[in-house]
């Protein structure tokens, strides 16, 4: 995604931010004109912006027809979450926090437990695992997991403001902590897998009973 227009990424994050909050719902038309209106910028940074969604998987670019916010999908849960647990159990090797990043993680994992609506929750936690591998310089692999999370973040929300749950993984980010502490790299690894597998956990059966409902 090329960043240079200050406008097209401020765009970007406005309407990102409208998906993961449910202003703008699956389905939901995006018309950059009417967009441009509202935001009072021209219809082309707007356009550009939404190509981007369209290939990062917010949005869906329709021939003839325009953009549409894309629908939640278990196939898409299934595709995401590994690459995440994968890629950032492969930064935390790359870069093990250190002791001061160590008791920033608790500080951090206070805060998420804290967390009193789906959007903290899903921020909080966020943060929590940006301090885990911090200090992992490795470009590529961080800009691909900042959009993966993205993308999975939209998926917890939603969860959250459907059902009214509020799953959290506080103890798993406590082992991930313990294990760094101890110096075992490799326990520390396969407990922030075990973090990441709980999303699918509750998010496919979620979509499952979605998918049978609106079959009815």
Not at 40 to 53: F, I, M, N, Q, W
Not at 64 to 85: D, N, T
Request: with cysteine; net charge negative.
């Amino acid at each position: 995604m090329n960043l240079a227009s200050p406008i097209r990424f401020s765009v970007r994050q406005t309407l990102l931010e409208k998906i993961r909050t449910g202003d703008l719902a699956e389905g939901d038309v995006v018309s950059p004109p009417a967009l441009a209106a509202t935001l009072g910028v021209s219809a082309t940074p707007v356009r550009e912006a939404l190509l981007d969604l369209a290939q990062e998987g917010f949005v869906d670019n329709v021939a003839r027809r325009g953009f549409f916010v894309r629908a939640l999908h278990a196939e898409e849960v299934e595709e995401i979450y590994p690459l995440i647990w994968t890629i950032e159990g492969m930064a935390l090797r790359d870069a093990p926090p250190h002791q001061a990043d160590l008791v920033a993680l608790d500080a951090l994992n206070e805060a998420f437990e804290a967390a009193s609506d789906p959007l903290a929750c899903v921020d909080a936690d966020r943060a929590w695992h940006a301090r885990l591998i911090g200090r992992c310089r490795k470009h590529a692999w961080i800009t691909l997991l900042a959009t993966l999370k993205e993308r999975a973040s939209r998926y917890e929300a939603e969860y959250m403001r459907a059902s009214g749950a509020m799953p959290q993984s506080v103890s798993h980010h406590r082992l991930i902590a313990q294990a760094l502490r101890a110096g075992d790299l490799d326990a520390a690894v396969t407990a922030l897998h075990a973090n990441w597998q709980v999303g699918p956990q509750f998010l496919l059966p979620w979509i499952a009973g979605r998918s049978r409902g609106a079959a009815r």
